[in-house]
């Protein structure tokens, strides 16, 4: 009878304060039930984001525009910020446009203690009629919501805040550069504010786009990096949240990358397990190009989505391209998992076509070596090469997506 | 010769970039080396914290103080709070006490996006002759280093960051209640403060702490909780950062322990692996008393610090009573692995004899049952006992070092 008690008292304060439902049992019966997680508390009397309530406050002092040659990745930043508010009482409050500012947070807020933090990284690109393009917001938007779900951050309706991207990209539509290769990255970011330091879902919280004009990855054409492997540390694991665009998977990877620069190396790349998967380079996806061991096809392999990798719009572009448009030339597209010890081989064998890295920033990152267990693996380019010719490929075939040159459903005008 | 030329040219971009000094050889050179740390940039010209240079503004509207039966753990702060600033140029700032204040920081500031955060906590505690004591101070800043080292934040002087905290909670006096069980929370905090999206170590970083008065954890004596083991999510991984005091590790842990809450229990066990290892408790640490199967023998049993579990400071205080009091009386004190199945026998054959977490907030919190696999798991607490005799002990022997009843050199005089 205690136990009955104490299990129904405690449901009852749990189900109190998140808001549920009573459960219809004691949880003690329902324990073969434990291992899954329940649908999420229901939210649908609080206000979802609402773009017909967007009020604009305009800046007074517009900020002069940089030399499209002096830009650098998110230094600079546009006039305004969208902000959109959430509490656990009411919803999405109105999106306010405002002129460009500090926030303002109690310094216990939550977000400076627990990570609650989420974010995305997207671009707006100009095309030649001067209309703004985002690239597959849709994607973004999917993956806000999954990151803010795994930390207890609210949910939302993915086209109203496209909408109202869309808006405010086009409030800043002076700071977008015409020039291909220049664009406008935006960041939309999702924060908890309550300030108390109890660890607990929180009933507050921010979401905030900023908008920084960004110019060419690779301003004077392709620039092979070399990576080190990176066994000593180890970036995401099953059942963890290394699929989640959470700021919690960012802060940890700086030192392994610091210390890769340090032996020469342009960026890391995260191996997994005893068997050394081969998983993500630095914060980008990964690629590799070789001929099958026993048939000679030619494969484009990358990690599947296990749960370890993030799941990148770039990643999904190229597979999507690579299956619509080599498939046909006779390539084989997988998704699976591989070994640093294949690859090795593939390498001595002649069989390692070309490995690249692919992220919103640079499309794709050509790689020349992998340093691994003392050894230097050559990924296929000559010395005077600088990009293989499938990341050459993909670079033009996404770009021309993004710039509306190749109209497609990708392709979302603001 | 372009390979040497390559990473020669790396080597020394990250070189000037780290503020490293030049690598002796070319970094391909030197591969078989890769897979450990390197020693940090050397920052011996940056100034170090310095409780000297302290600068005190009063507050000109102090807070009305709250009766202490009305205190909620991180809710309400006290009049002030210490701020020292940090810049990747110069070193540590002058410390400053000031008036309890809002942070205001740039949108893009790294904290928001890239979880640069770690955090301490820690108590300030009144005796009976009026001193405020700390609770083995060095040993959270000692945890505070290796955690801001982790996440390419900087290091200082610990003493001297416990100097200025005394001194900061000598002014927050009036806020320690006498009573026993009473305290002053401390949460020193360090972030990253770099205002921009490039992921890469801050360049900038602020340390706060502020301070919570808090009532004791069980008010009306020990209430023991049930807690679900999760196996559906994982909390660390070796080669990860779970050890470490970051605010990476709390976000995540949010859900699981929703879900645990939602059927009815108070915590979640987190567990580890196919074999079901035991780790932690929610965001404590985890202790089971058990009679050992072959010998009869009693043992006090808690995970192995192996990367995986967070290296509390009750923790640590628990073993080291536990191998003064306990072992005289027979007890073996054994840090190892151990699994769910191995609790769950020991629960079938009457051998298991109490559990209990660890932490800064309760001390010790008795654990009466573990749901795990649909079976509820009884850890030895009779229906009318809310404690087990261990817990109930390290309870009274911790709080006699922290109140200076039983002085100690784990006590710090302010």
């Not at 980008?284 to 370890?308: C, H």
């Not at 081989?345 to 919103?360: K, Q, V």
């Not at 109209?407 to 603001?414: F, G, K, M, V």
């Amino acid at each position: 009878m205690m136990r009955h008690q104490l299990f129904r008292s405690a449901a009852h304060a749990s189900a109190l304060s998140a808001g549920r439902t009573g459960l219809a049992a004691p949880a003690w019966q329902q324990a073969v039930r434990q291992y899954s997680i329940a649908p999420a508390a229901s939210e649908t009397k609080l206000a979802d984001i609402d773009p017909s309530q967007l009020v604009i406050e305009r800046t007074t002092n517009p900020k002069p525009l940089k030399a499209a040659k002096d830009l650098i990745f998110g230094r600079n930043f546009t006039d305004h910020m969208l902000m959109i508010e959430w509490q656990n009482t009411t919803g999405w409050q109105a999106p306010r446009i405002v002129p460009y500012q500090n926030l303002s947070l109690d310094p216990a807020t939550c977000v400076f203690h627990y990570a609650f933090e989420c974010f995305e990284g997207m671009k707006a690109y100009k095309d030649k009629a001067g209309n703004i393009r985002l690239f597959r917001p849709d994607k973004n938007m999917e993956r806000f919501n999954k990151s803010a779900a795994r930390i207890a951050l609210p949910n939302f309706n993915g086209s109203a805040l496209i909408e109202l991207i869309a808006k405010f990209t086009k409030l800043e539509s002076r700071f977008i550069p015409e020039e291909r290769g220049y664009s406008l990255y935006l960041r939309p970011t999702l924060i908890g504010t309550q300030k108390t330091l109890g660890v607990g879902p929180p009933g507050s919280a921010l979401l905030f786009v900023i908008a920084s004009p960004v110019g060419p990855y690779y301003p004077t054409g392709f620039k092979a990096v070399s990576l080190e492997a990176t066994d000593y540390a180890v970036r995401a694991w099953p059942g963890g949240v290394g699929d989640k665009k959470l700021g919690a998977n960012y802060a940890p990877c700086v030192v392994p990358q610091r210390e890769a620069m340090g032996r020469g190396f342009q960026q890391n790349l995260w191996l997994f397990g005893e068997q050394e998967y081969v998983t993500e380079v630095g914060t980008m996806n990964f690629f590799v190009a070789l001929r099958n061991k026993e048939t000679g096809q030619k494969e484009l392999i990358t990690a599947p989505l296990d749960g370890t990798i993030l799941e990148g719009v770039t990643r999904d572009s190229v597979l999507s391209l690579a299956r619509e448009r080599l498939v046909p030339q006779g390539w084989n597209v997988v998704e699976r998992k591989y070994t640093m010890k294949e690859l090795d081989e593939a390498a001595n064998e002649g069989r390692l076509i070309e490995a690249f890295g692919s992220g919103t920033a640079a499309i794709v990152s050509p790689v020349r070596h992998i340093s691994w267990k003392g050894k230097l693996i050559n990924c296929g380019l000559k010395d005077h090469e600088e990009s293989g010719e499938i990341a050459a490929k993909m670079k033009e075939w996404i770009e021309a997506r993004q710039y509306g040159d190749d109209e497609h459903e990708w392709s979302y005008i603001c």
